[in-house]
């Protein structure tokens, strides 16, 4: 089944130390995001991969860093993690449903999520 | 920037009844739509539905979009569709989540 996979699903680390967090999709999107939940809130949009190009929300800290190699990886580092980084992070794939210069979104898919743990 | 609302915030129901969550935004949206979340996490598809109305089992949603709504039905609800309810609205390349909805379902 086509699906979007997250690795690993529980991670613990340490407050300052680097983590990096993956996502793989086999759906073959050529957009993909990545959310912050926090508890007891909704998901955040940090950022997104049109094919190539990165687009970076307003308020995301200049800490979480993306790296698409290809259609299928995209990566999450937090260069430093501070407790407040602590939450589920979640993948999310779609197609796009336009072009050119008219973007637009399509049905997103989710992976399971990593709930990042910083002790 | 868009805002999106959900009511009720928090729902309690016995197994069996049927109830209605509302999504309103603020501003015209090219894509919408529901999610479940389970208790592990996982946001589980329930509607994409950008306008119109569509039907899955005991679940329907609707969609006016010139009245920037969405309502989700659930009819005889089930102890297993307890959990967060979310609409997610998109607008150009960029979503935005409600709230949500927590719904406990009780035997």
């Known amino acids: 089944d086509a699906m979007v996979i997250q690795n690993p699903r529980y991670q613990v680390t340490q407050f300052g130390k680097p983590v990096t967090l993956s996502c793989s999709q086999t759906?073959?999107?050529?957009?993909m995001y990545w959310y912050q939940q926090k508890s007891s809130q909704a998901p955040k949009l940090l950022f997104h991969?049109?094919?190539?190009?990165?687009?970076n929300e307003a308020d995301t800290p200049d800490n979480f860093q993306s790296r698409r190699p290809n259609t299928s990886f995209c990566f999450l580092d937090i260069r430093s993690p501070g407790l407040g980084d602590a939450a589920m992070y979640l993948c999310?794939?779609?197609?796009?449903?336009?072009?050119?210069?008219?973007?637009?979104?399509?049905?997103?898919?989710f992976g399971p999520g990593t709930r990042l743990t910083v002790l | 920037g868009i805002q999106v609302e959900q009511s009720p915030p928090d729902l309690i129901l016995q197994e069996g009844a049927n109830s209605t969550l509302r999504c309103n935004f603020s501003?015209?949206?090219?894509?919408l739509q529901w999610f479940h979340q389970n208790p592990w996490g996982q946001l589980i598809n329930l509607f994409y539905?950008?306008?119109g109305t569509k039907q899955n089992g005991r679940l329907s949603a609707t969609t006016v979009a010139t009245e920037r709504y969405s309502l989700l039905y659930i009819s005889s609800s089930q102890t297993t569709d307890s959990g967060v309810y979310f609409c997610a609205v998109g607008y150009g390349q960029n979503f935005v989540f409600g709230p949500g909805t927590r719904l406990s379902v009780l035997p």
């Open positions: 539905i950008p306008s």
């Open positions: 999310a794939t779609s197609r796009d449903a336009g072009g050119g210069t008219s973007r637009r979104n399509n049905e997103q898919f």
């Open positions: 759906l073959n999107h050529n957009v």
């Open positions: 501003d015209s949206v090219n894509n």
């Open positions: 991969y049109y094919d190539k190009d990165f687009n």
